[in-house]
C-alpha cells in the first residue's frame, strides 16, 4: 500500500482495495463514484489516501458532509492520522455560519435570515466579535492569538472554535477562514462548494481555487436532494401577508399596496387552477413590472428588510426580495409551478422555482476540481449519480459488505402493498398482522419503517396484539428530542421495544444502535415520491436528457430511502439482525434490480420460521 498516512496498523479487509483506488484518483487527477456499504472504513481510507499525496503539494483537501456527526468523525479520524504519524496537519470544520455564530437568540433564524442580519450587524459596526478582528489593516492581537490557538489545536471541531473564540472576544467563523488559507484539510458541509455564491466567497476567503481543490464527498447519496433543495425558492401567500405586515410597520404605504397586488396576482393563479400548474418565468414578472419596475422593486425590498433586521433580525421583506432575484434564475433543468392547498387556516399559494437536476450546480465543481472521490453506503446505482451529478469522466468501484453473510437475514414478504390505489383497511389490517408476528418474535428492539406518518398511523390502529412497548417518531423532532426517544430506545434491549417511524424521518439514517441494540427493521412500502408537478416534471427532464426518467427521477431515489432504513440494523461485523422488506412490489423484477447484488434475498411468505431459526441459531451459538 502506498498510502503512508494511514491512521491504524493495517487496513481492514476490502478497505485496501477503497485506499488503493481513491489513491489512484488522486494521482491521476480524476474521479471516483464508490458504493461501500457501512463498516469498510470510507472516512479513514479517503483521507488517508488524500492527504498522503496532498500535504506537500499545495492542495487542499475539503472533506464535504451534510451531518455533523460525520464532521465529527472525519476531524477525529485526522487527529488520529496526525498524533500517529507525528505531522504537522491545519484543519478546521467549517459549519454553517449561524452556528459559528456568538451573537445571542440567532439559533432559531433560516440561514438566509441569519446572513442579512449579520451583515446589518457587520454594516453598522453592531458585532464586537467582529469589529474585534481588526486593528487598522491589520490583525488585531485578539485575533492573532486566537489563530495561533486555532493552529496549535488543529483540526480544531466546532465547539473548540466557539469556545476559543469566545475566550478572544473574535468572530469563530472569521477566524477560522483566516486559519483555512494555511489549512492543508478543512471539512464542512455541501453548500460551501455548490452554492455558486457562497462558494465564490469562500474560495476568495481561503485564497483557493476549484483547480486546487481535492474533494471527497461522505454520504453522496444526500447530494442531489441537498442540491435541489439549496437551489429552490418559494414564495407563499403567508410570506406576503407578513411581508405587508412589516411594511406598514416602517409606514411604508406603497410598498405595502405593492404586496397586497401581488398576494391579488397568488389570487388570480389560485382561481384558475384545480391544485397546480406549470409557470413561465417572463408572464409572472410582467405582472409584477406592471405593478413596479422589477429590479427596482427588488431593491426596495432589500432597503427595507433593513430597517427591520435591526429590530427582529428576520424580515419576511427579505424573503419576497430573495424569491423574485431567484425567479429569473437559468430554465435548464428547473420548473416554475404554483400549488395550493388546503391549510389549517385557509388556502396556502405557493410560487416555487424548483432544481429538477443538481448537475446543473455540481457539474461545473466536479469538472474543476483537481480530483474527486464520491462515496456512501448506499450509492446504487452507481451509473445513475455519474449522471446526475454531471461525474462524467468519474470511475464506478462497487464494494461488497465487509459483514459476515450470515449475520444477516434479508427477507421479501410479498403479501401487501402500500400503493396509493390499493390503500384500505384489509390491507392495514394484513400490514399490521405481520408486523405484529415478527415484532414479538424478535429477541430485542425492532424499528418500522414506513412511507409516511399518515400511513404509519392508519396500520398502528391494528396493531392490537402487540407485546412490545412502542415508541414513535413524531414530525419535526429537535436534536434534544430525537435523542431522548432513542436514550428510551436503548433502554428496553433485553425485553425488546419498537419503534414506529417513516423512511424520510429523523431515525431513517445517522442513527447507529449497534450490537444488541436493534435487532431487526421492517420497512414497510416504498417511499415514493407523490406523483405532483415537480415529480412528473423531474421524469420528464431525466427521459430527455438521460432516457431514464423514471428510473432517475422516481424509483431509485425512493429505493435509497428503503437501504438507508435497512441500513440501520447491521453496523459492525459483529451484529446480527433481521431486515424485512413488506410490500409485494419488492418482488417484482423492476423493483428488485435496485437492491445492491450482496443482499441475497429470499423472498417468501413463510418469514414466520426463518426469523425464529436465525435467531435460534445464535442462542444456540
Known sequence: ????????????????????????????????????????????????????????????????????????????????????????????????????????????????????????????????????????????????????????????????????????EVCPYETGLIVGKESHVIVTDYYYLFNPRIRKTFLARIGKELEDLVLIVDEAHNLPSRIKDLSSQNLSNITLNRAISEAEELNQDKLGEILREINKIFDYYSENIEYESYMRMEEFKDRISMLYPYDDLIELLDENAEHIREQQKTSYLGTVANFLEAWQGEEEGFARIFTKKQGTRGIIKNMGYKCLHPGVITGEVFAKASSSVVMSGTLTPTSMYKEVLGLYRADELTLKSPFPDENRLNIVVPKTSTKFTHRNEAQYIEIAKIITNIVN?????????????????????????????????????????????????????????????????????GIDLPGDLLKAVVVVGLPLQVPDLETKAVIKYYDSK????????????????????????????????????????????????????????????????????????KQKE
Open 1 to 168: 500500500m502506498s498510502v503512508k498516512l494511514f491512521p491504524y496498523d493495517k487496513p481492514r479487509p476490502v478497505q485496501d482495495i477503497l485506499i488503493s483506488e481513491i489513491d489512484n484518483t488522486v494521482k491521476n487527477n480524476g474521479q471516483l463514484i464508490v458504493h461501500a456499504p457501512t463498516g469498510l472504513g470510507k472516512t479513514s481510507a479517503s483521507l488517508a489516501a488524500m492527504l498522503s499525496n496532498t500535504l506537500d503539494s499545495g492542495k487542499l483537501v475539503v472533506f464535504l458532509t451534510s451531518m455533523h456527526t460525520q464532521h465529527k468523525l472525519a476531524i477525529s479520524t485526522i487527529r488520529d492520522i496526525k498524533e500517529k504519524h507525528n505531522v504537522k496537519i491545519i484543519g478546521i470544520d467549517v459549519i454553517g455560519k449561524k452556528h459559528l455564530c456568538l451573537q445571542p437568540g440567532v439559533s432559531n433564524l433560516s440561514a438566509s435570515d441569519f446572513i442579512d442580519y449579520c451583515k446589518t450587524l457587520r454594516n453598522e459596526g453592531k458585532c464586537k466579535f467582529y469589529k474585534n478582528l481588526k486593528k487598522g489593516d491589520d490583525y488585531s492581537k485578539k485575533t492573532k492569538d486566537a489563530v495561533k490557538e486555532f493552529k496549535r489545536a488543529s483540526p480544531v471541531q466546532t465547539e473548540e472554535a466557539l469556545k476559543i473564540s469566545g475566550n478572544h
Open 441 to 509: 418474535m424478535v429477541p430485542g428492539n425492532s424499528a418500522v419503517f414506513f412511507p409516511s406518518y399518515k400511513l404509519r398511523d392508519n396500520v398502528q390502529l391494528h396493531m392490537k396484539g402487540l407485546e412490545k412497548t412502542v415508541l414513535k417518531e413524531t414530525q419535526g423532532l429537535n436534536k434534544t428530542e430525537r435523542e431522548e426517544i432513542l436514550d428510551k430506545f436503548k433502554q428496553y434491549k433485553e425485553v425488546g421495544a419498537v419503534l414506529l417511524g417513516v423512511s424520510s424521518g429523523s431515525f431513517a439514517e
Open 546 to 617: 438521460f432516457g431514464k426518467g423514471w428510473d432517475y427521477g422516481y424509483l431509485f431515489p425512493a429505493f435509497n430511502k428503503t437501504l438507508q432504513s435497512a441500513g440501520r440494523c447491521i453496523r459492525s461485523d459483529t451484529d446480527r439482525g433481521v431486515i424485512v422488506f413488506l410490500d409485494e412490489r419488492y418482488s417484482w423484477p423492476n423493483y428488485a434490480k435496485c437492491f445492491p447484488e450482496d443482499y441475497n434475498l429470499r423472498t417468501t411468505l413463510l418469514y414466520t420460521s426463518l426469523i425464529k431459526n436465525f435467531f435460534e441459531k
